[in-house]
């Protein structure tokens, strides 16, 4: 009868997912998630620019982290407008209009074209942030 101690095998496993676990903590998460983000933000406010006037409304599209929906292994963001008040010199309070049009003005859509058209590419800055992160944390570079 020929018997084997798996017991070796088994903690190096532990050992390496637990330097996995440890890679991928939040810092991790938070800075891949952002990587996403930020491809879109950086399409929107290209598309914005071909309906600009004064530049406000490029300048008003941002990153937000919705600390409410996020926690340790999951991030949450959100690309949005920092709308301001109409009196506010600079304010995009109007950014909705141009989006999705009124009555009186057809719609420039700026938000979901961004969104649709950098899907991939944001998926793939979240990989590659992702893996550049753990590589890190790991201690390879």
């Known amino acids: 009868m020929i018997t084997f101690d798996t017991s070796a095998l088994l903690d190096a496993f532990k050992q390496v997912t637990d330097k996995i676990t440890d890679a991928v903590g939040e810092p991790t998460v938070r800075a891949a998630g952002f990587a996403g983000a930020d491809v879109f933000r950086d399409e929107a ?3 914005a620019m071909a309906h600009q006037r004064t530049g406000a409304l490029a300048r008003s599209i941002v990153v937000k982290r919705l600390v409410e929906e996020s926690d ?3 991030q949450a963001y959100l690309v949005t407008v920092r709308g301001g008040k109409p009196s506010a010199k600079g304010g995009a309070f109007y950014w909705r209009f141009v989006e ?7 719609a420039q859509p700026f938000l979901r074209p961004a969104y649709e058209s950098k899907k991939q ?3 793939d800055a979240v990989t590659r942030t992702l893996a550049q992160k753990i590589d890190e944390r790991l201690g390879g570079k």
């Open 45 to 47: 406010k290209r598309n």
């Open 72 to 74: 340790g292994t999951r």
């Open 100 to 106: 999705f049009g009124t009555a009186h003005s057809p």
């Open 121 to 123: 590419a944001a998926a």
